[in-house]
């Protein structure tokens, strides 16, 4: 597979364009967290878009659905969970619903809740993963720089930060990291669960002793290796949907971090990581900032569907949207020949489900464990707000 042609359909999104239209123009509808907001036209026409892109994965209603714009949305979703499943020897990371439930924690804990400031820290907080939806190789090697446990390589883009705006991407950027941030505590050493290990793949484990004979009485012998990785997923996405439960505005939060972040994301990570780039890739540093700028318009489209298809009213309909992408991802990464993705998402989906009954009793403590943590790590580097 060319991994580098996946983010393809992304290239020239106006993503304004796509929230919303008013009397003809552009005009963004700024969401405000309120019950009214969500029954807005343009929450409206975006639940009625990817319900309609469900239909199409479903099979049904399939000469109706014909749009360019679902069919970018469709292939942005998809991207999103390939970047979870197909990045090989990739750190595990929480997924984007839980880092935005985990960063707002922060931010209540010292009663900052403006809204711009709020939008740049959730969308820093998952933008250390903006390398891992590009699977060519200097892209894979940066996503692990930027997830090596053992350096502090994200700290870069705090020292480079200087505005408001900046300081509060950099601030959520680095709360993400897997040394001391927020994934460490799922994927290095649980705080309730998992210690030594992390909570996901203590959750993974045993996810994977129950789902491999289910998995191999559908896809034949799979290795213990391949079953975890896919058990990592269906947990991360797992929590995703009980962070949904405790806060049904998460997907719209997202949405507006994607929408709202501060037009000097760009450069401000090109000015922070050009030369490691450079190094990584063997180019001049003035061919590696454009690449990471890509990287972040690419990224950026991605973070805002899957808000969008969290934001879908009915749980159910979500996970089957969100089941059919990991369904059509996890397909290829196993190498099923074609029209394999319709039969495994019904099993993809019931891993999700026994996810979320695994980690119900115990995520809410754990995600804040390991805010309380990760807020008293922050002060210890000398990230303050």
């Excluded at 750190?91 to 839980?98: C, L, V």
């Excluded at 439930?101 to 939008?119: A, N, P």
């Excluded at 969308?123 to 053992?150: E, I, M, V």
């Excluded at 309909?317 to 290829?332: C, I, T, Y």
């Amino acid at each position: 597979m060319d991994g580098s042609k996946l983010g393809g359909p992304v290239v020239g999104w106006n993503l304004q364009d796509s929230i919303g239209k008013r009397n003809g123009d552009i005009g963004v509808q700024r969401a405000e967290y309120s019950g009214q907001a969500r029954g807005g036209p343009v929450q409206s026409e975006l639940k009625s878009t990817l319900r309609n892109a469900l239909d199409k994965l479903n099979g049904q209603r399939r000469s109706v659905v014909k749009t360019m714009g679902l069919m970018r949305a469709t292939s942005i979703i998809l991207a999103v969970f390939a970047a979870s499943i197909l990045s090989p020897g990739k750190a595990q990371s929480w997924n984007p619903a839980t880092h935005a439930y985990m960063e707002e924690s922060l931010c209540r804990k010292i009663r900052q809740l403006d809204d711009g400031e709020l939008h740049n820290r959730i969308y820093g907080a998952n933008a250390l993963d903006l390398f891992n939806n590009n699977f060519t190789a200097t892209s894979l090697k940066f996503a692990a720089y930027l997830h090596d446990p053992t350096q502090d390589n994200f700290l870069k883009v705090w020292k480079a930060a200087g505005s408001k705006g900046e300081k509060a991407f950099a601030h959520g950027f680095v709360s993400h990291n897997n040394s001391w941030g927020m994934d460490s505590t799922g994927h290095l050493s649980g705080i309730t669960l998992g210690r030594g290990e992390g909570y996901v793949i203590a959750k993974a484990n045993v996810l994977a002793s129950l789902l491999k004979p289910l998995l191999e009485e559908q896809l034949g012998p799979l290795s213990d290796a391949v079953v975890l990785d896919l058990c990592h997923h269906f947990i991360e996405v797992g929590v995703d949907f009980l962070v949904r439960r405790m806060d049904p505005c998460i997907g719209e939060k997202l949405m507006a971090a994607a929408t709202y972040r501060t037009d000097e994301v760009p450069q401000l990570l090109a000015t922070a990581f050009k030369a490691d780039f450079s190094a990584l890739a063997g180019i001049p540093e003035e061919d590696a900032a454009p690449l990471i700028v890509d990287a972040e318009g690419d990224f950026r489209p991605s973070l805002w569907l899957y808000g969008a298809a969290l934001d879908l009213d009915a749980e159910d309909d979500a996970l089957d949207l969100v089941s059919e992408g990991v369904a059509k991802v996890g397909a290829e990464y196993l190498g099923l020949p074609e029209g394999w993705d319709r039969a495994l998402a019904p099993t993809v989906k019931q891993g999700i489900l026994v996810a979320i009954m695994l980690c119900s009793p115990d995520i809410k403590k754990e995600l804040s464990a390991t805010t309380e943590r990760v807020n008293l790590n922050l002060s210890a580097h000398g990230i303050f707000w």
